[in-house]
């Protein structure tokens, strides 16, 4: 049965007006492109209202005084917008940068550098353990994880007896990121496509109760 | 010889909206392969004790997210299922309208003759900026960090709350969308609790490496493929299935264009050709 919701005719108009660019620019896809961006930037605003209000509560009912700290912090950061007195807002976004950039750092050594590493030795013994489809993807793997290092390590030209060999893994470690790189988009032109479905399936489903 | 109708963008189009209409009206069911590592975080997921606290979130996820919700809708419905719980913990601004998303087109609230009572089987916290700081804060000291649920309820008068302190009593984390790469060190790696992450399909490749990285305590699911794989674990197909069956017919219709261009194309060439020879 066909949805008697106005919300659900107001989303079913919207997505169609946006599936109307597959046929070209009009009036009626910029409709539903001006009221997506403003709706974000008006949802932005309202959500931080209940934010604003947990965040504080703790303040204004004075169980934790010490929160006038960041709420003077969030005020001084709204001085970014005024350009004579912006450098007040450098205190606050110094601040968030430093401690964000001390727990990514953090985060990066343990994991993305420490844990890669160990992963891909942990992998290189794997070679010779489990079934052949395992030992192979181990091996693809690894020399794929060499190769392409090799690649970003030397992209100046070398000279001498390992100059030739050395081209080759190169040239090996570049088709490696090749395939990382069409592997990636061919996952995005996936998701794309798995988003249209899912666009329609809600218009079909949702507003024409199929 | 026959023309071939030369292949105008319009016509693909048409082809792809066919398909889309028909596979949104009508679930066929394509097959498509099960990843172990779906496999495994289901059975993780079965093998937890009623009542384990669970927590979705850390995802810059936008509204709808639809490609990481299918495999989240399916998941919601098993921790309902098996009687754990669910603490919903939005990172991202429009965090908020997902996880109420997923909870509605879960059906598992009371309202619609779930199991699920909110505040004591699953509770919405409100929005929290600071991204990696906010995240690290919430597994430090939940209490510290928050002090109203979504509604603006203390969440000391939230029963569920009241035995959710810190990262010791998370059993799992739930994260839609992107980001785990930047928040698995904080969660997995310095406080050992498992995350399963619906990853958006363009951001599987980066992400399924960590699961090298933290073996047996990290699962990452592809996309609305991932989605399709565990609502069929859970055995209720939905929006990944219908994705699925989208890419299904898909493949073979570009696999046909393909064709008919090449076709298109030789026959053009052949007939310059001729007409060069002619004159």
Redesign the interface.
């Known amino acids: 049965m066909i949805s008697t919701d106005p919300w659900v005719w107001i989303s079913a108009f919207l997505t169609i007006c946006s ?1 109307s660019l ?2 070209g620019d009009n009036p009626l896809f910029r409709i539903a492109e001006y009221t997506f961006t403003s709706t ?1 930037v008006a ?2 605003v309202v ?2 209202i ?2 604003l ?3 504080f ?2 303040l204004f009912n004075g169980t934790k005084p010490w929160f006038i700290i960041p709420l003077a912090l969030g005020i001084m950061s709204l001085f970014v917008v005024w350009r004579k007195y912006a450098w007040v807002a450098s205190f606050p976004y110094a601040l ?1 940068l430093g ?2 950039t001390g ?2 750092m ?3 050594v ?3 550098i420490i ?2 590493i ?2 891909v030795m ?2 290189g013994a794997a070679i010779l353990i489990g079934s052949p489809t395992d030992q192979l993807g181990y091996v693809v793997r690894i020399v794929f994880t060499v190769s392409g290092m090799i690649y970003l390590f030397f992209t100046l030209f070398l000279k001498g007896s390992l100059a030739k060999p050395m081209g080759y893994v190169r040239t090996f470690g570049k088709y490696a990121w090749l395939v ?1 790189m069409a ?2 988009i061919g ?2 032109v ?2 794309y ?13 949702t507003w024409l109760g ?1 | 010889m026959a023309k071939i109708p030369e292949l105008k963008s ?1 016509y693909i ?1 048409l082809v ?2 066919l398909v ?2 028909s ?3 009508f679930t066929l069911n394509a097959p498509f392969q099960m990843s172990q590592a779906t496999v495994d975080a289901y059975n993780y997921v079965e093998s937890l004790k009623p009542g384990s606290i669970c927590v979705l979130g850390g995802g810059n996820v936008f ?1 709808f997210d ?2 990481s919700s ?1 495999g989240q809708i399916a998941a919601i419905k098993q921790i309902a299922r098996k009687g754990l719980r669910l603490v919903e913990f939005p990172t991202g ?2 965090g ?2 997902f996880h109420r998303y997923c909870i509605d087109a879960a059906r598992v609230d009371e309202k619609y003759g779930g199991p699920w009572k909110y505040g004591r089987d699953y509770v919405l916290l ?8 906010a995240v ?1 804060a919430f597994l430090t000291d939940v209490h510290a960090l ?3 649920d ?3 309820t ?1 969440i000391k008068q939230v029963p569920l709350m009241n035995e959710m302190h810190s990262y010791k009593d998370i059993a799992l984390w739930f994260m839609p969308h992107w980001a785990a ?2 928040y ?3 969660i997995i ?2 406080r050992g609790v498992p995350l399963l992450f619906f990853a ?3 951001n ?3 992400a399924a ?2 699961m ?3 073996p047996d305590k990290m699962w990452v699911t ?4 991932g989605g399709a794989q565990y609502e069929k674990l859970v055995g209720s197909p939905g ?1 990944g299935q ?2 699925v ?3 299904t017919i ?1 493949s073979g219709a570009f696999l046909g264009f393909v064709l008919l261009g090449n076709m298109t194309l030789l026959s053009d060439v052949r007939r310059k050709e001729k007409v060069e020879v002619k004159q």
């Open positions: 599936f597959l046929y974000v949802n932005s959500t931080s209940p934010t209000r947990d965040r509560m703790p968030f401690v964000n727990i990514s953090r985060g990066a343990g994991t993305t844990g890669n160990r992963a942990q992998e990382f592997i990636m996952n995005g996936q998701q496509s798995g988003l249209a479905t899912s666009a329609m399936n809600r218009l079909i489903r199929f | 319009q189009w792809v909206l889309y209409i596979t949104g009206a509204a639809l490609e299918a601004v429009e908020i309208m409100p929005y929290v900026p600071g991204g990696t700081i690290v928050i002090s109203t979504l509604f603006g203390p790469e930047t698995s060190p904080y790696g310095e958006q399909a363009s599987y490749v980066t490496v960590y090298n990285i933290y592809n996309g609305f493929l929006l219908s994705a069956d989208g890419y898909l």
